[in-house]
């Protein structure tokens, strides 16, 4: 949902958001990326308020959220209107500048080989020492603007150190490279903010002038892990399961009495996602608010299910129909990072005679693709976090 601003009120909206980002960049030490996060967004709001000004006047307008940001889809068009105008002068060039870089970058993941992730002090620590040498730098500064899948503003910036004067490959690959990304939403007049922050080095393995040796980065493969549930899971009445006699059962209101054990064992997962990758991942179209409601699968067209309640054919056309696996990707970005399939319990027809069926409870299946494994340490927190009776406690039961 957004609202537009007009007039006065758009301008000192611009301005109060260009002041409040200064001040929460002063507030962090001169050259963090985080203050320069904060200078960016307020260089963006001082942009926008010279260019709505000088163009549109009394027509100026710009579409807020309500959560108190600028949105994304009415914000990118000010910004790619004044690329254009930079191009016939002086104006807007330093915002453009970086616009411009922003949107034609691609993003540096370690798999690319010439470059390895370091922490934040060891990357502080190498400027220190290229300083230290008098090493002559220049960077260059790189932003771009968009909305993550729970629509809170999110600003993507890169700053990618150069040497001066030094040989064809020092002008074309930067010897230092950092990435954030910051999200920002409002709670009554206070700013919520998340960082998300990536630093790079030339790879030592490769020597700087491009040539290349085995590459050090290693690949991880992906975990999966099923999550089987038992009758205590179900948080009802024990109903009455014949495997003989061709009794009904009430399948929506036992499917609805699951839900509890979905939703807690679904948050675990995340949870402990979230921790191992030291990144927020949500589950694509569902709002973590609605989790109950949507893991309820108040829309399986069962009342009173038959013996036969869902064989392996009406899974997958229901599956066909509504969606029970999920993506997981970044809050961040969006990119995907796995998926998460909820299994509804039903009959398994075992033997070839019509009695031959048993009950099975369903369960979760989790996938994490190893491409979003950075390191050692990542993959054992995510081994261990995400062992069945880490994330919850359970016997598979058939009945």
Not at 258 to 263: D, K, L, P, W
Request: hydrophobic share 30%; with cysteine; charged share 35%.
């Amino acid at each position: 949902m957004t609202t537009k601003l007009k007039g006065e009120k758009l301008f000192s909206y611009l301005n109060g958001l260009e002041k409040t980002e200064k001040e929460m960049a002063d507030q962090t030490d001169e050259g963090y990326l985080e203050s320069l996060m904060h200078l960016q967004i307020a260089e963006i709001a001082s942009a926008e308020s010279v260019f709505l000004k000088s163009l549109h006047k009394d027509k100026a307008q710009l579409s807020i959220r309500l959560n108190g940001f600028p949105s994304s889809q009415s914000l990118i068009p000010d910004l790619e209107a004044m690329c254009e105008i930079s191009k016939e002068g002086k104006k807007f060039q330093g915002i453009a500048k970086k616009f411009k870089i922003g949107k034609n970058h691609k993003e540096l993941y370690e798999n690319e080989e010439i470059y390895m992730s370091v922490s934040e002090e060891e990357w502080d620590e190498e400027l220190e020492i290229r300083k230290e040498h008098k090493s002559e730098l220049s960077s260059k500064i790189g932003f771009s603007v968009d909305e993550t899948c729970d629509g809170h503003f999110e600003l993507s910036l890169r700053e990618e150190i150069y040497l001066n004067g030094y040989d064809e490959y020092s002008k074309k690959f930067p010897i230092m490279v950092r990435e954030g990304k910051m999200t920002c939403y409002m709670i009554w007049d206070s700013i919520i903010e998340g960082f998300e922050k990536n630093f790079y080095v030339p790879n030592k393995e490769f020597e700087l002038k491009g040539k290349q040796k085995e590459p050090s980065r290693k690949s991880f493969e992906g975990i999966e892990k099923f999550y089987k549930f038992g009758r205590s899971d179900y948080k009802t009445r024990k109903p009455l399961f014949l495997k003989w006699g061709g009794d009904s059962i009430d399948y929506s209101k036992f499917l609805a009495a699951g839900t509890e054990t979905r939703v807690k064992t679904t948050e675990n997962i995340l949870e402990t996602i979230n921790l191992a990758l030291n990144k927020e991942i949500i589950i694509k179209e569902i709002k973590k608010g609605n989790l109950e409601k949507v893991l309820a699968f108040s829309w399986v067209p069962f009342k009173n299910a038959p013996k036969s309640t869902l064989d392996n054919y009406q899974l997958e056309e229901i599956k066909k129909k509504n969606n029970t696996c999920f993506n997981l990707v970044y809050n961040s970005g969006g990119r995907k990072i796995g998926e998460i399939e909820y299994l509804l319990p039903h009959n398994y027809k075992k033997y070839s005679d019509d009695d031959g069926f048993e009950f099975i409870l369903g369960g979760i299946r989790l996938e994490i693709n190893g491409s979003a494994i950075l390191d050692e340490n990542q993959e054992e927190n995510l081994k261990e976090g995400l062992k069945e009776e880490k994330v919850k406690k359970k016997k598979y039961f058939l009945i």
